[in-house]
T-cell receptor
Framework: GNSVTQMEGPVTLSEEAFLTINCTYT??????LFWYVQYPGEGLQLLLK?????DKGSNKGFEATYRKETTSFHLEKGSVQVSDSAVYFC???????????FGKGTTLSVSS | EAGVVQSPRYKIIEKKQPVAFWCNPI?????LYWYRQNLGQGPELLIR????????DSQLPKDRFSAERLKGVDSTLKIQPAELGDSAVYLC???????????????FGPGTRLTVL
């Protein structure tokens, strides 16, 4: 079946540090991949997505590349800010577009 | 453009009591989803609607949970009676007309945090 595995948190960084949050997936066919972010007290917001192999999604300085050969979609940012503190969820949408499968989430805490 | 609206934002009830959550999707979005997010976990799908039809309710505990989307717009999710294990955040999401493609993006509301005492 389809599944998503994320690195466990919390991830604690200083401002301007480099961020990587690992995400790997198991799926049949060719899913789309997503990163959602959940700020404290708010709902899930789409951060970026990629719909096919080698696509790079990017938004707000965050990037992730769809790697079919390693079944990965790692999230990166070159210089994090305090305002990036949130929970980040990796997710896949199955090929039929009927089910969004989430990882458990990774909490990021950035201090100044 | 207004996002997905949910109410209430918080609800505290005693076990065995009923509770209902309301969701209004983004205008023009035909597909509506209800998810449950347990503490420290990612959201899990409960039910998916295409217009007013529930096309996937395989994960909905039908003994106590029910949902409706009578006019194909807003939706209500109900629990009766609630149990301690139902404490979670209930999220509603919507997406444009279902295209049968894995490129459809889902947009989430702020959720309702339910606490069952």
């Amino acid at each position: 079946g389809n599944s998503v595995t994320q690195m466990e948190g919390p991830v604690t960084l200083s401002e301007e540090a480099f961020l990587t949050i690992n995400c790997t997936y198991t799926a049949t066919g060719y899913p789309s991949l997503f990163w959602y972010v959940q700020y404290p007290g708010e709902g899930l917001q789409l951060l970026l997505k990629a719909t096919k192999a080698d696509d790079k999604g990017s938004n707000k300085g965050f990037e992730a590349t769809y790697r079919k050969e390693t079944t990965s979609f790692h999230l990166e940012k070159g210089s994090v800010q305090v305002s990036d503190s949130a929970v980040y969820f990796c997710a896949l949408l199955n090929q039929a577009g009927t089910a969004l499968i989430f990882g458990k989430g990774t909490t990021l805490s950035v201090s100044s | 453009e207004a996002g997905v609206v949910q109410s209430p934002r918080y609800k505290i009830i005693e076990k065995k009591q009923p509770v209902a959550f309301w969701c209004n999707p983004i205008s023009g979005h035909n597909t509506l989803y209800w998810y449950r997010q347990n503490l420290g976990q990612g959201p899990e799908l409960l039910i998916r609607y295409e217009n007013e039809e529930a096309v996937d309710d395989s994960q909905l505990p039908k003994d106590r949970f029910s949902a409706e989307r009578l006019k194909g717009v807003d939706s209500t999710l109900k629990i009766q009676p609630a149990e301690l294990g139902d404490s979670a955040v209930y999220l509603c999401a919507s997406s444009p007309r279902y295209s049968g493609s894995s490129t459809d993006t889902q947009y989430f509301g702020p959720g309702t945090r339910l606490t069952v005492l």
